[in-house]
């Protein structure tokens, strides 16, 4: 380790600046690794995965179909023509109901509005999973069923991209396989998902000192830190017997310089999304909220009662002030209401849910609104972080946005069979579905695949020119590949396909 | 781990790198002071201490209710509602969370500093508010007229004593009392070495340094 400074170094912290990520680069000079990884960081690509618990459905939005389209439509999920709009060459169903499924509860679901809006950054891409199990399904659509040595897509991200950023990877949404760590345990300590279960709380984790009313001075803390440091812990036999242990050597090496990094950011500060109020008391315990806090709680209104709404708000955040080129987001099991709704007091308005149980697993209830409910939820959801990545500059011109790619990443399809000629009915879990892929470095404006008019189970596409194919299924490891070749990671040595046809670039 | 620290620090800032750069790093300043001790384990296995465990073991040891032991703004459970996660807590009915994270996370040490500090401060300020119940900052800093011109041998020696019986409960070795003492004149800082509030510091921070250091994190 040395602590001198290169050239490369000032020109780095200079370039990420308006980003906000103040980079000092200490790496051994010279060396030809960190070099790039420098390089890298000052040019990345940010992922956003937005979860889709429970198996986000393809043919109940951009690959649904009509009627008239399938021949055994009356026992397919195909839609009534009137429902299935065209835009380019994606479809969208905008559903009003006035129940979902059992539930007495009315709601309005729009899914053309971001078809329209976004149809250029827009892939759909057409594959067949391994597993219908909740959790397996889920670690396999994030690491390609262990395509690239066991790694996720968010490890691949932050590896590539993540050296110069003090927290690469977070997680916002916890208990699912799509934030399961990967098992290369041979990456840096950076590389893996960091939680961050309470938007509101979790900033606070990232100073040790402000808001700890009557404290003596933050000099003196700090000395006292080097005090621990640097005589009271190597002075005692506990450390003498217990120095060789893994987890003393990650924790000594964390708490030091990569610990000051974080605090420096005063990320506690720029992070901080709630504003002062009864329930937040900041400025009674020397804390302020975030500068950009008012604008991203305009974006994300429903922030206090709705997790996922928080959950966006702190993905901008943590890209906007270049503290992460990877966030993960979604929806978990929980049902959120609309705020001041009370329950078993003779039925719900409209739009009072906002999120059913068990998200879009809520379908083996209810699938075509279930569905409807759930695909408008993260459309508008990931409308508004686009709208925000463009309006903020990372640099020379270009947007966040510019950078940035968001996968729906889901664990399975439903199945597509229902009772005669039902609106309402239940599905099951199906290996066959597609994704969702919203980015300027992906094949925008593009469904790859079909879907087969017999069965509607989508199929394949040639992984060079995208020309449909079917009777091909596209596999866990080939949309592994086009996503991380899409953000330009190397793959080199991984024996991953080249997916060609699924960036839009070479 | 190497690697990861190495590549951690490419995060730091300008100014706290410029600092971090007349400062020696806590990995080498353990190698540093390290010596082929004949207690070093050939096997050295620990556990992480999780976040409630470690509460109320100081809720214990220093005499503080569990609910009012650690609060962040003043009304969330530091464990329960703020770093239960990151200390390496579960929460599986609402948070989905049902293992414990697998290492320490980069948070981790830092919200544990924040709780040593809140629980140390939080010690000495009900100390100084009924001196006749204190825990840690007892009476007779400086000397039984509290005149003298700087603090008494005897009671900085008893107070860290007292310190690591509470924290560590075990007694201190005479290498580690002496470092306490002399964190004194770290602590003092350009001020009166007979100022009370010096003596508080130099407490809350001892308290701090012992609560946040290894052996109270892992056992």
Redesign the interface.
């Known amino acids: 380790?040395t602590?001198l400074w290169s050239r490369r170094s000032f020109l780095r912290?200079a370039s990420l600046g308006a980003a906000g990520?103040?980079?000092?680069?200490?790496?051994?000079q010279g060396a030809y690794a960190d070099e790039a990884?420098?390089e890298r960081?000052r040019n990345p690509r940010f992922l956003i995965v937005l979860s889709s618990f429970g198996g986000a459905n393809q043919v109940d939005a951009f690959l649904s179909r009509r009627e008239s389209e399938i021949p055994n439509a009356a026992t397919l999920n195909a839609y009534p023509d009137s429902l299935v709009q065209n835009i380019g060459e994606f479809r969208a169903i905008d559903l009003k109901s006035p129940t979902i499924g059992a539930i007495p509860a009315s709601f309005t679901a729009n899914q053309s509005n971001f078809v329209r809006k976004h149809s250029n950054d827009m892939m759909v891409i057409t594959h067949t999973g391994t597993s219908v199990n909740h959790f397996v399904a889920q670690q396999r659509s994030i690491n390609g069923n262990a395509a690239w040595l066991g790694r996720t897509l968010q490890e691949a991200t932050a590896l590539t991209y993540g050296?110069?950023?003090?927290?690469p990877n977070v997680h916002l949404v916890?208990?699912?396989g799509f934030t399961e760590?990967g098992t290369d345990e041979t990456m840096?300590?950076?590389v893996y998902g960091?939680?961050a279960?309470?938007p509101n709380?979790?900033p606070?984790?990232?100073?040790?000192?402000k808001?700890?009313?009557?404290?003596?001075s933050r000099?003196?803390?700090e000395?006292?830190?080097?005090?621990?440091?640097?005589?009271?812990?190597?002075?005692?036999?506990?450390?003498?017997?217990?120095?060789?242990?893994?987890?003393?050597?990650?924790?000594?090496?964390?708490?030091?310089?990569?610990?000051?990094?974080?605090?420096?950011?005063d990320l506690i500060t720029k992070l901080m999304l709630f504003p002062d109020s009864e329930a937040?008391?900041?400025t009674?315990?020397g804390l302020k909220g975030s500068e950009i806090g008012q604008k991203v709680r305009e974006a994300f209104p429903n922030y206090e009662f709705d997790p996922l709404e928080a959950q966006a708000a702190l993905a901008f955040m943590l890209l906007r002030y270049g503290v992460s080129v990877t966030v993960t987001l979604g929806p978990?099991?929980?049902a959120v209401f609309k705020k001041g709704v009370k329950l078993g007091e003779g039925g719900l308005g409209e739009g009072d849910i906002v999120n059913p149980p068990i998200s879009f697993d809520f379908s083996h209830q209810a699938n075509r609104e279930v569905q409807a409910l759930m695909w408008n939820r993260q459309l508008m959801i990931a409308d508004r972080l686009i709208t925000l990545l463009k309006s903020e500059e990372f640099r020379d011109g270009q947007s966040f946005w510019d950078r940035s790619m968001i996968y729906f990443a889901t664990e399975f399809g439903r199945t597509r069979r229902r009772p005669n000629n039902a609106m309402t009915f239940g599905s099951g879990h199906e290996l066959n579905n597609g994704s969702l892929i919203v980015s300027p470095f992906a094949n925008g404006g593009h469904v790859l695949g079909g879907v087969d008019p017999d069965t509607m189970l989508t199929y394949g596409f040639d992984p060079e020119t995208g020309r449909p194919e079917p009777g091909r299924h596209m596999t866990e490891p080939e949309v592994y590949s086009g996503i991380a070749h899409a953000l330009n990671i190397d793959t080199s040595g991984s024996a991953l396909p080249d997916m060609r046809a699924m960036r839009r670039s070479a | 781990?190497?690697?990861?620290?190495?590549?951690?620090?490419?995060?730091?800032?300008?100014?706290?790198?410029a600092?971090?750069?007349s400062?020696?790093?806590?990995?080498?300043?353990?190698a540093?002071?390290?010596?082929p001790?004949p207690?070093?384990?050939s096997d050295?296995?620990?556990?992480?201490k999780d976040g409630e465990r470690y509460l109320r073991d100081l809720s214990a040891n220093l005499q503080i209710p569990r609910d009012e032991i650690c609060k962040?703004?003043?009304?969330?459970d530091c464990m329960t509602?703020?770093?239960?996660?990151?200390l390496g807590g579960v929460?599986?009915p609402?948070?989905?969370?049902?293992d414990p994270?697998?290492?320490?996370?980069?948070?981790?040490?830092?919200?544990l500093?924040?709780v040593a500090?809140?629980v140390c401060?939080?010690r000495v300020?009900l100390d100084q508010e009924k001196p006749e119940q204190a825990v840690l900052f007892q009476a007779g800093a400086f000397g039984k007229k509290d005149k003298a011109k700087k603090p008494d041998p005897a009671w900085m020696h008893q107070t860290a004593d007292t310190i690591y019986g509470s924290v560590l409960m075990r007694t201190p070795?005479e290498?580690?009392v002496q470092?306490?003492v002399s964190?004194y004149d770290?602590?003092r800082?350009g001020r009166a070495a007979n100022s009370k509030e010096v003596a508080a510091?130099w407490v809350?921070?001892?308290c701090?340094?012992?609560a946040?250091?290894?052996?109270a994190?892992?056992y």
């Open positions: 380790m602590s912290n990520a103040a980079v000092a680069a200490q790496a051994s990884a420098i960081a050296a110069g950023y003090p927290i916890n208990g699912t760590r840096p300590a950076y960091e939680r279960p309470t709380l979790w606070l984790s990232l100073d040790g000192y808001g700890v009313v009557g404290a003596p000099g003196l803390f000395k006292a830190r080097a005090f621990r440091n640097e005589q009271l812990d190597p002075s005692s036999a506990f450390y003498r017997t217990f120095s060789g242990s893994q987890r003393v050597k990650h924790w000594t090496s964390i708490r030091g310089d990569a610990l000051r990094g974080v605090e420096a950011e937040m008391p900041l009674a315990h978990d099991g929980s | 781990m190497k690697i990861s620290y190495h590549l951690g620090l490419l995060s730091v800032s300008v100014l706290v790198a600092c971090a750069s400062a020696p790093s806590p990995q080498t300043d353990l540093a002071v390290e010596s001790a207690v070093a384990s050295p296995r620990v556990k992480f962040e703004l003043s009304q969330y509602d703020a770093f239960r996660i990151v929460e599986a609402n948070l989905l969370v049902n994270i697998e290492s320490a996370a980069l948070t981790s040490p830092i919200a500093d924040r500090l809140h401060t939080n300020k070795s290498q580690e470092n306490l964190f770290q602590v800082d510091d809350t921070l001892s701090f340094a012992v946040s250091s290894l052996e994190v892992f």
